[in-house]
């Protein structure tokens, strides 16, 4: 994967590519397109071809995943995955036209002539499948129900919200979330490259055949600490949730679940603080719900007063409705973004302002005498929930910046 043909004549940005490839595999950080593209290699490697489209697949939407290289002489492109011979099943990466209704229903259906093979299609931003929702709702979270017809089709859609305005933040997770029953399709949002690696190795090697629909990020394809080591890939498995490891268990008064992207912000924040008595819990796997590995580290954290579910979407999106019906027992707080009609703000400064403001909830300044910059809530001893939660500001009334 990071070796061209010497016959060949490439750009210099490609041979730069390779190089920085070759130094993350030395250095021992592996990124998000090195554990997609190691996966991709390891199921060729072990007989099952791979095939991906979308409207920018070969490159990447954002640059990121360089499956093909273009030449200075030739108009044909190389692509180190299909080229070499040393595979034993093919690879292949097309980029589609922008006919999301069309090119979604012939992957769907190559998928379910290919069964042993993995079959992706990547839409341009998450919400492009829009276009394409009569397929997803006619067939990819249906068909089994309807028809006993099994698929193992993946969807990549691109999700987390930088500010790029509605159409290009959110992939519409609560709309596969309500379609999402009785272990119809897997609703994944991962947060380490290894995880990817390791779900698409599953979606192949085990003897089922469910749809997998993966929220893959955008800014976390280059965060600095959005990386998995080689030993993940080799030694780790697929993991549903992901605990925090860097707390005081005993003394955890803040327990934060969350999904995606957003978590980085708030460890930036945690480690900013030092505040080891939040623990930042991530749930990779949406549906089908890990519910008794959610349920264990809920008794883990038995001292925790407050438990949150935080996220960027507006309280009517995202997954919170869904997260909120799969555990009622438990009064989880949530903090997001106001209700709305539309998915994001078109406005970068409103959205960093409402960004700021559900990070800011989550590490509430400390109101009594202590005054700290964050409160580990130890002065709220005897108190109800009600008090706690009206005393930190949780649910003061929006102002016109609010989240």
């Known amino acids: 994967m990071n070796q061209v043909p010497k016959d060949k004549l490439f750009f210099a940005k490609v041979h730069k590519i390779i190089d920085d490839r070759q130094k993350m595999y030395e250095s021992d950080k592996l990124d998000w397109a090195m554990g997609e593209l190691l996966g991709y290699a390891t199921l060729i490697n072990d007989g099952y071809p791979v095939r991906l489209s979308g409207q920018d697949t070969e490159r990447g939407t954002f640059a990121h995943r360089h499956a093909s290289f273009a030449q200075e002489d030739v108009r044909e492109r190389y692509m180190p995955l299909r080229d070499s011979a040393d595979f034993k099943a093919p690879f292949t990466a097309f980029n589609s036209p922008l006919s999301e209704y069309g090119v979604l229903g012939f992957e769907y259906g190559y998928a379910l002539g290919v069964p042993n093979g993995l079959t992706i299609w990547e839409a341009q931003f998450g919400d492009f499948h829009n276009v394409a929702q009569v397929i997803v709702d006619q067939y990819i979270s249906s068909a089994e129900e309807k028809w006993g017809v099994l698929n193992g089709l993946v969807l990549y859609l691109p999700h987390g919200y930088e500010g790029q305005g509605p159409e290009h933040s959110s992939g519409r997770i609560e709309r596969f979330l309500t379609m999402s029953a009785n272990n119809n399709m897997q609703v994944m949002n991962f947060t380490t490259p290894a995880n990817l690696f390791h779900a698409l190795r599953m979606q192949m090697i085990r003897n089922i055949r469910l749809p997998m629909v993966v929220f893959t990020p955008k800014s976390l394809l280059r965060h600095p600490k959005c990386i998995s080591t080689v030993n993940d890939l080799v030694e780790g498995s ?166």
Request: charged fraction near 30%; include cysteine.
């Open 238 to 403: 697929f993991q549903e949730v992901i605990d925090d490891n860097d707390v005081n268990v005993e003394s955890v008064t803040r327990l934060v679940f969350c999904t995606g992207k957003i978590y980085y912000e708030l460890l930036e924040r945690k480690e900013e603080l030092e505040a080891r008595n939040v623990a930042l819990v991530r749930i990779e796997q949406l549906h089908p719900f890990p519910k008794e590995k959610v349920e264990a580290i809920i008794a883990k954290y038995s001292s925790a007063i407050l438990t949150l579910w935080v996220q960027e979407e507006p309280e009517n999106m995202g997954a919170w409705t869904f997260i909120n019906r799969m555990m009622p027992e438990h009064h989880i707080v949530p903090l997001a973004r106001l209700a709305s009609a539309s998915p994001a703000t078109g406005l970068a400064k409103l959205h960093t302002l409402g960004q700021k403001e559900i990070i800011d909830k989550v590490f509430k300044a400390c109101h009594c005498e202590k005054k700290l910059p964050y409160c580990n809530l130890d002065c709220v001893e005897g108190k109800s929930r009600e008090e706690i939660l009206k005393q930190h500001h949780y649910f003061d009334n929006p102002t016109r910046f609010s989240i």
